[in-house]
């Protein structure tokens, strides 16, 4: 029984992959808008209403990889050494996803991965729809946290006033800088900079934002007492 219900499985995912990849593959060709859906099932070969039985909506065709990674902050803090702070298991496991050139991190090069990025920023409909897949990022690390924290963690729906405000505010930043740092290496990548290049600012970047993350903003420097070029030429003008 376990057998067939592992091939079911198998079958499945696999079914999954050759729709988004057909889906990927035309989007990058013709442009996202200009494809309908039922263009996509044609090409993996399914039925319109066999492709919304894996595919709710159009845009998970393409945003469904992220879905691998939904817990994976979780996972970081729930499986973390004994010793190591969840903050610091997270700020090892992005700098390690910088050196093996992960694509979530932004820091990757390949042709297919830039194309795909470029796909996703440039289609405001997807931007859009990524927002629910980071909500469903901050709500696993939140229990995570919370659960790191000794704290009772309520069933899902309960909907309790306040619960985990603590851990929810840490989740949403910590989500906020490493979606922040991706976007940059891969805006430094896009605009013509290799991998290698970028990587040891990354990896600057990286440390700067997690040591943000665990001071603070308050320990952001304080403006320059000095006025910009702007200012400065808008006080002469003011003066004459």
Do not use: C
Request: net charge negative; proline share 6%; aromatic share 6%.
């Amino acid at each position: 029984m376990n057998g067939e219900m592992g091939l079911r499985e198998h079958n499945r995912q696999r079914t999954y992959w050759a729709i988004s990849n057909a889906a990927i593959r035309l989007f990058l060709e013709k442009g996202y808008d200009a494809v309908p859906v039922a263009e996509v099932a044609a090409a993996a070969g399914i039925s319109k209403p066999t492709l919304f039985r894996y595919f709710p909506a159009k845009e998970d065709l393409v945003l469904h990889r992220f879905a691998d990674h939904e817990r994976e902050a979780a996972d970081v803090v729930a499986g973390r050494p004994a010793g190591r702070s969840p903050l610091d298991a997270l700020r090892l496991h992005f700098l390690d996803g910088l050196q093996q050139r992960d694509p979530v991190t932004g820091l990757s090069d390949a042709a297919e991965v830039l194309a795909f990025h470029r796909l996703l920023y440039g289609t405001p409909a997807l931007v859009a729809r990524l927002w629910a897949y980071s909500g469903r990022t901050e709500d696993a690390l939140t229990a995570a946290l919370a659960e790191a924290a000794g704290e009772a963690v309520p069933e899902e729906g309960a909907g309790v006033p306040g619960a985990l405000l603590g851990a929810r505010l840490a989740a949403g930043q910590i989500v906020a800088v490493q979606r922040i740092l991706a976007m940059d290496n891969w805006r430094r990548i896009a605009a013509g900079e290799s991998a290698d290049q970028v990587y040891p600012g990354a990896v600057t970047a990286a440390e700067g934002g997690f040591a943000q993350l665990r001071e603070g903003i308050g320990g952001l420097p304080a403006p320059s007492s000095a006025p910009s070029p702007s200012q400065a030429a808008g006080r002469a003008v003011d003066q004459e």
